[in-house]
Nanobody
Framework: QVQLVESGGGSVQIGELLTLSCVAS????????MAWFRQAPGKEREFVVD???????????????IDADFVKGRFSVSRDNAKNTLYLQMNDLKPDDTAVYYC?????????????WGQGTQVTVFA
């Protein structure tokens, strides 16, 4: 049974930082590219960042749409294949970052569907 379990969310003030984790089980983690998405209340799910299997290619929304620079420079993704864990370090948090954050795994090429999703972890940023 495949599981992606996110953790590390919470309530923080503007400008603070959080680090999210996503632990994978039931898959060969190093065979999957991973990503973070988020969904704010009343909004559609939003792509945050994607990282390839070896971590050599990282894609942010601004790499696709130059105007979509809402996380680049503040958020950074990493992975530890030995620990089957994906991370998202979020610095200088803003109220607009308030959302449920999900990790996802894909076995195919970038731009394709994600095969597995976690249940999400809530991040709330308040003034």
């Amino acid at each position: 049974q495949v599981q992606l379990v996110e953790s590390g969310g919470g309530s923080v003030q503007i400008g603070e930082l959080l680090t999210l984790s996503c632990v994978a089980s039931g898959i060969t983690f190093s065979n999957y590219a991973m990503a973070w998405f988020r969904q704010a209340p009343g909004k559609e799910r939003e792509f945050v960042v994607d990282i390839t299997q070896s971590g050599d290619i990282i894609t942010y929304p601004s790499d696709i749409d130059i105007d979509a620079d809402f996380v680049k420079g503040r958020f950074s993704v990493s992975r530890d294949n030995a620990k089957n864990t994906l991370y998202l370090q979020m610095n200088d948090l803003k109220p607009d970052d308030t959302a449920v954050y999900y990790c996802a795994a894909r076995s195919g090429d970038y731009g394709g569907r994600y095969d597995y999703w976690g249940q999400g972890t809530q991040v709330t940023v308040f003034a």
